[in-house]
């Protein structure tokens, strides 16, 4: 996606016959319009004078291993990505971004390319997390590490990291007011 809007949704589900589908409301002041260029698929708003919010839908089919970018300037990036296959997500500047993840087919990166005021990353997997916080970060809260305040160039690393044949490679090139990664099910967390 090249363009902004007030909310982005992104959803891996069934489509049979169809790689992707991207609408908005009738009453939305922008329309999607998609392009298809190298195997690639862009999707570009075009302004509609339409009072409604400006959120626009993008369905995946989760049998498609994708590879998810993002501009800056949306006020929500919501993706649940749970039921899908995901190579790579590149996420511009936003107010919130709310990730659902799959399970990882090797090392997947997650890039922040600008500042973000809250990330909330829900993985329901075991699959082990690095965090680079190049601009540093306020609160985190990871299942392995509570923090208030984390300084420009931390690195957060979930043991096993290394070994793990699937995992999270997540890096913010800017601050971020707040992380917070979740799992389904018990985690240990310690203070630092």
């Known amino acids: 996606m090249s363009d902004a809007a007030s909310r982005v949704r992104v959803e891996t589900v069934a489509l049979p016959g169809l790689l992707y589908r991207v609408s908005s409301a009738a009453d939305a002041g922008v329309a ?35 590879d998810i970018r993002l501009p800056a300037g949306a006020g929500e990036q919501q993706l649940d990505l749970r039921g899908g296959r995901i190579r790579r997500i590149v996420l511009g500047a936003c107010g919130l971004a709310e990730m659902w993840l799959p399970e990882p087919v090797g090392t997947v990166p997650v ?21 680079v916080l190049d601009g540093g970060a306020g609160a985190v809260v990871t299942p392995w590490l509570t923090s208030n305040g984390t300084p420009a160039g931390a690195i957060l690393r979930e043991d096993g990291w290394h070994r793990a044949a ?17 799992r389904h099910g018990p985690a240990r967390r310690r203070r630092g």
């Open 32 to 66: 999607p319009v998609v392009t298809r260029r190298d195997g690639r698929v862009l999707v570009r708003l075009r302004a509609t004078g339409g009072d409604g919010l400006d959120e626009v839908r993008i369905l995946l089919n989760r049998d498609v291993r994708w």
């Open 111 to 131: 890039t922040f390319t600008g500042g973000a005021g809250s990330v909330v990353v829900t993985a329901g997997t075991a699959a082990p997390f690095r965090i």
């Open 166 to 182: 699937g995992r999270y490679a997540v890096h913010a090139v800017d601050g971020l007011g707040s992380v917070t990664v979740r």
